[in-house]
């Protein structure tokens, strides 16, 4: 078995989804599939069960999966060695960023990166956390910026900016006219929310724990991006919270929503990096965390 015919079973395993498989190790769905039938058929045994809707591992497959995983973990130390020697500024970094924070980072930070380390370019990927972390440990990735708190061995977590929470409103709704909105206060409103499985969502839940009720949510609605969310708040769908660098720019530039700060103690996200403890090029990691520093995102504050 390759060492490409093993990040294809990994991946499945961890997608469930053909496609989606496909996708993560940058293939088409029939060369997967051709490759995964190889390994069955030099193994004499079913590693995964395909159904119609669903893909479900074996137990033999789990057993080969888990060891499949240790092979590519070691595998990654070896490139790491040997990339250890050659210039750490230089050569692509492997960057996988959060859908909610890649719109209103990337403009900023592709320019100051430039500035710190013009020789070292960017392959980007959006994706969940739930995605970019497995990519991280299997080496498909370098660094990811994503949301802390976060920690599992093998992986270092370094904050780098706090970016507080705002209240977006249709101009028209009677909190218009106020300056500031309590968390307590979104309980009973048509609350636009991101689906499940995004993080934010779930910080913005922890934030205002009343939402956390049995019947908090029942008027809520839910949209696919931070960006549909906003023209769901301008049509006079609900009312949203965003965080500050996709919600702060709006202020004087979107007559038909209003961004309202929270009262008393601001609810907030802390963004940082996160990557493998044996990666061998700190410096690049600094670079990007310095390039991160010098970008002037909206209400965004440096990390204590």
């Known amino acids: ?13 961890r997608e469930r989804h053909f496609g989606k498989a496909a996708e993560a190790c940058h293939v088409s769905q029939p060369t997967l599939s051709v490759a995964l039938k190889k390994v069955e058929g030099q193994l004499g045994a079913a590693l995964f069960e395909r159904t119609a809707s669903d893909v479900r591992i074996t ?8 060891q ?31 859908y909610t924070i890649a719109p209103y980072l990337l403009p900023q930070l592709i320019p100051a990166l430039s500035r710190e380390a013009p020789r070292m370019p960017l ?6 956390t739930g995605n970019l972390i497995p990519a991280l440990k299997a080496g498909e990735l370098d660094v990811i ?14 904050p780098v900016y706090d970016e507080p929470f705002r209240v977006v409103v249709p101009a028209s709704h009677p909190w218009g006219q106020r300056d ?42 839910e ?5 549909t969310i906003r023209y769901m708040v ?26 309202l700060p929270f009262s008393g103690v601001q609810p907030k996200r802390t963004v940082g990096l996160v990557w493998r403890v044996t990666f061998p090029r700190p410096q690049a990691i600094d670079a990007m965390r310095a390039a991160l520093l010098s970008c002037r995102l909206a209400g965004a504050t440096a990390a204590r």
Do not use: W
């Open 1 to 13: 078995m390759t060492l490409t015919e093993m990040r294809y079973i990994v991946a499945l395993a």
């Open 59 to 66: 137990a033999l497959g789990e057993r080969i999966v888990a």
């Open 68 to 98: 499949a995983r240790r092979v590519l973990d070691e595998a990654v130390k070896l490139e790491e060695i040997a990339e250890a020697t050659g210039d750490p500024m230089s050569g692509q970094l492997r960057v996988g960023i959060i």
């Open 123 to 128: 392959f980007l990927k959006e994706d969940f």
């Open 145 to 158: 910026v994503i949301a802390l708190p976060f920690a599992e061995p093998g992986l270092v977590a370094q």
């Open 180 to 221: 500031e909105v309590s968390a307590d206060e979104l309980d009973g409103q048509n609350l636009l929310l991101l689906g499940q499985g995004n993080c934010f969502r779930d910080q913005v839940l922890e934030s205002c724990p009343r939402l956390t009720a049995p019947d908090a949510l029942e008027h809520s609605l």
């Open 223 to 227: 949209g696919s991006s931070l960006e």
């Open 234 to 259: 301008a049509s006079g769908a609900g009312v949203a919270v965003m965080p500050s660098t996709a919600a702060d720019p709006l202020i004087g530039k979107e007559p038909m929503v209003k961004v």
